[in-house]
């Protein structure tokens, strides 16, 4: 059973990493599509149209693809900073089925968002042949979610490394404790929340209509839950004085 088990400290940064390499090449190919009209791989241009990529269509889904990616990248190269800089593993282990999963989501979540381009054989087709012109409110507001979000998260999981810390900064044990401040006054697991958040304002900059999108938030929304309930039936047991009132998801709900 060992055998098919990982360290959660060491093998969890791997999806990261996989993910900045795997969606930074993606976001380099879209920007050589998008700004000097270099046509997409043959082998990659066929993997879009096997994942749905059409022609001619959307928009403004050009400039939705465009900053999703971006936003993805960035979340990624920050996750993967936290996991070697911020974060403070315990000796949990991962399963090998979840870390292949892992790597698989990844590299099919860059694909996601490339397929949602709409092409012209196979470069990108931007109308008016001016992306800045697609510009919308819900880019903006996309923007200012993602900002705000990945803020929330990473200053929650500060907290979450700081309880295993002394006042010098020394890693000292890595055992539990009840965390406070910021989301952590109303839920359980505010990173898990800001995970979910983080997926809904790429789906706000995709313009609300992305359905391929939202079937992407809908997985992220029970994924996140059911590690947060887990979290917060594990704190409830464990601390007799935890704060009764902090539910575990959602706040003031769930």
Known sequence: LLSNLFSFCRYFS???????????????CLTQSLFLGEPFPNWLHGLLRILGAAQFRGGELALSAFLVLVFLWLHSLRRLFECFYVSIFSNSVIHVVQYCFGLVYYILLGLTVLSQVPMDGRNVYVIGKNLLMQARWFHILGMMMFI?????????????????????????????????????????SPNYLAELMIYISMAVTFGFHSLTWWLVVTYVFFNQALSAFLSHKFYKSKFVSYPKHRKAFLPFLF
């Open 14 to 28: 791997h999806f990261y990493i996989i993910s900045v390499l795997w969606n930074g090449f993606l976001l380099w």
């Open 148 to 188: 705000w979000s990945s803020a929330h998260q990473y200053k929650c999981h500060v907290i979450l490394s700081n309880l295993r810390k002394n006042k010098a900064g020394v890693v000292i044990h890595c055992n539990h404790r009840i965390p406070f401040g910021d989301w952590f006054e109303y839920v359980s």
